[in-house]
């Protein structure tokens, strides 16, 4: 299984950006979006179960992001609106058979390499 994001770049601060994760190798239930800021733990940012009524979002980011998922291209997304400095941080995609702890970085079982978001003000 492998999982490739991208679209990261370098913003200013009320800019958009789309990430995108491509999956291959393997299908699974729960997608999530997670990030990490220098010297700061990974945070969750958003997951979303293969239908679109399971959807969770982190407080710090509700009404800015947004997350979908193409089943078909086996791909999950993050659009980013009304970007903000401490949003900047290395974005990471991540896959789980589940979604029982969707915040839980330990309950996704595959990982993708990160894209890195700067946002300045």
């Known amino acids: 299984v492998q999982l490739q994001a991208s679209g990261g770049g370098a913003v200013q601060a009320g800019d958009s950006l789309r990430l995108s994760c491509v999956v291959s190798?393997?299908?699974?239930?729960?997608m999530g979006w997670f990030r990490q800021a220098p010297g700061k733990e990974r945070e969750f940012v958003a997951a979303a179960g293969r239908g679109a009524d399971t959807i969770y979002y982190a407080d710090s980011v509700k009404g800015r992001f947004t997350i979908s998922r193409d089943n078909i291209k086996n791909m999950v997304y993050l659009q980013m609106n009304s970007l903000k400095p401490e949003d900047t941080a290395v974005y990471y995609c991540?896959?789980?058979?589940?979604?029982?702890?969707?915040?839980?970085?330990?309950?996704?079982?595959?990982w993708g390499q990160g894209t890195l978001v700067t946002v300045s003000s």
């Open positions: 190798g393997g299908t699974f239930y729960g």
């Open positions: 991540a896959a789980a058979p589940g979604l029982a702890q969707w915040a839980v970085p330990l309950a996704y079982d595959y």
